[in-house]
């Protein structure tokens, strides 16, 4: 089955720097890509997606990259912000499985400070 | 539309114990899925239903575990007897054919005492 990698675990940047996530998968046939965010207390929200024919992605601060020859995809965040402070989780979806089936990553804490 | 609605938020068990959480998904959602998550852990998908049809089922979902969605509207997750590792998160997600996104709903975290 579909395996997700997820670096790094944690990350502590300061307000108005860019964070960079990445994350590897193991199966091909995988071709759509959504990252989430997920604050304390809270189920994991959609904060950009992706899908294998595009190989980038931009929503006003976030962007999303994918290598399929390498198999990997990033998030970058650019002018981060307190409120940015979450854990995030990249996932996958092999084709021919359904949208909601996904394979997520082991989460990176994201910190920004003031 | 007030988005995936589960409840309890919080269940706290005794070992052996059965419980059983509820979620409603976003009305007209007809794919709903249930996933587990446990602590620093990303989610693991435990199965899904497409309006009453269970589709699929993770191997994660042990015979303790039953799930149904009787209506095709909100859906029910029973565990049995219960075991200290079980005490999770449990997400329920909703989605709309064929769109693709999944919307999470809070959780409802147990913990298995």
């Known amino acids: 089955g579909e395996n997700v990698e997820q670096h790094p675990s944690t990350l502590s940047v300061q307000e108005g720097d860019s964070a960079v996530i990445k994350c590897t998968y193991s199966?091909?046939?995988?071709?759509?890509f959504p990252w989430y965010k997920q604050e304390l207390g809270k189920g994991p929200q959609l904060i950009i997606d992706?899908?294998?024919?595009?190989g980038e992605k931009k929503d006003q601060r976030i962007a999303v990259t994918l290598n399929k020859t390498a198999k990997h995809f990033s998030l970058h965040i650019t002018e981060t912000q307190p409120e940015d402070s979450a854990v995030y989780f990249c996932?996958?979806?092999?084709?021919?499985?359904?949208?909601?089936?996904?394979?997520f990553g082991q989460g990176t804490i994201l910190t920004v400070h003031p | 539309d007030t988005g995936v609605s589960q409840d309890p938020r919080h269940k706290i068990t005794k070992r052996g114990q059965n419980v059983t959480f509820r979620c409603d998904p976003i009305?007209?959602?007809?794919?709903l899925y249930w996933y587990r998550q446990t602590l620093g852990q990303g989610p693991e998908f435990l199965t899904y239903?497409?309006?009453?049809?269970?589709?699929?089922k993770s191997r994660l979902l042990s015979n303790r575990f039953s799930a149904e969605r009787p209506k095709g509207s909100f859906s029910t997750l029973e565990i049995q007897r219960t075991e200290q590792g079980d005490s999770a998160m449990y997400l329920c997600?909703?989605?709309?054919?064929?769109?693709?996104?999944?919307?999470f709903g809070q959780g409802t975290r147990l913990t298995v005492v």
């Open positions: 992706i899908r294998s024919n595009v």
């Open positions: 009305s007209e959602h007809n794919r």
């Open positions: 997600a909703s989605s709309l054919v064929p769109n693709t996104e999944a919307f």
């Open positions: 239903f497409q309006n009453e049809a269970q589709l699929e």
């Open positions: 996932a996958a979806r092999a084709r021919g499985t359904s949208y909601g089936k996904l394979t």
């Open positions: 199966d091909s046939a995988s071709n759509y």
